[in-house]
């Protein structure tokens, strides 16, 4: 009887200590799924502050931009403000200027009536009045002496032009292409004759009352012709004085610089 305890007892042993065994077995496992499982939580964990550490930053980033953005665009649009201004002032400018040009070709106009419409022209182009002279109006041929006649129109035109400190004004000496004679005094070619009649033209201007430093003499000599020189009539079109008004545009000028 006794053996027979013994034996069943033994197995009740082993049978337990198989139990513990596997319990053992069983909880190291389920200690190692839970380590595995905490590891996997703290680097998802990691993961996710990187993650968000990095939205942060990328949100920081386009609101730096952003602020950028708005700053940059507010000076464009001071910028664009402050062209369009100018450019507004411009226009007033070149307004004022044109109609400068009509009073003052008006003026001039008026003050030069009743002389013969083939030696005596006044005209606007490109912005400028131009005043037109023959060379029978002004001079005999070959001469740098204004006739009588020419005097007192160039006379009335310094009377229109008198006090007019804002007129820039330019004589320019014209001639056909008949090369000068041979032998008159003081002049080997046309240079020399358009560029001594504007010279004559620009002093009696200024002894009728023109400020010299408003008035600039220059000769073309044939190479700015109106007309082909190929008739009588065309070469006597190209025998011509030309004073050109300019009015000034200092203002103009200065909102360019600023640019």
Not at 112 to 124: E, S
Not at 161 to 171: I, P, R, T, Y
Request: with cysteine; glycine share 6%.
């Amino acid at each position: 009887m006794f053996g027979t305890a013994n034996c069943i007892s033994q197995k009740k042993y082993a049978a337990l200590q198989s139990q513990y065994t596997d319990a053992t077995r069983s909880r190291e496992q389920l200690q190692a799924e839970k380590n595995a499982l905490e590891q996997e939580k703290a680097r998802n964990e990691e993961a996710l502050r990187t993650s968000l550490l990095s939205k942060n930053q990328q949100v920081n980033q386009l609101n730096s931009s952003l602020s950028g953005a708005q700053q940059e665009n507010s000076q464009l649009s001071a910028d664009l403000r402050s062209k369009e201004q100018r450019i507004a002032e411009m226009q007033r400018i070149l307004d004022q200027k044109d109609a400068a040009v009509k009073a003052l070709r008006q003026k001039v106009g008026d003050a030069l009536l009743g002389f013969n419409a083939q030696d005596l022209q006044v005209n606007v182009k490109n912005g400028k009045v131009y005043v037109s002279l023959s060379e029978q109006l002004l001079f005999k041929s070959g001469s740098t002496k204004v006739d009588p006649k020419g005097q007192e129109a160039l006379s009335k035109l310094a009377a229109a032009l008198k006090g007019n400190q804002d007129v820039n004004v330019l004589v320019e000496g014209h001639t056909d292409n008949v090369p000068v004679a041979k032998g008159t005094a003081g002049m080997r070619d046309n240079w020399d004759l358009s560029v001594l009649r504007a010279t004559e033209i620009t002093r009696i201007l200024t002894l009728a009352g023109l400020p010299a430093s408003q008035v600039t003499p220059s000769g073309r000599a044939e190479y700015v012709p109106v007309a082909v020189n190929d008739s009588p009539a065309n070469k006597a079109l190209n025998r011509r004085t030309e004073i050109i008004l300019t009015p000034k545009l200092d203002e103009l000028f200065q909102i360019l610089e600023q640019n």
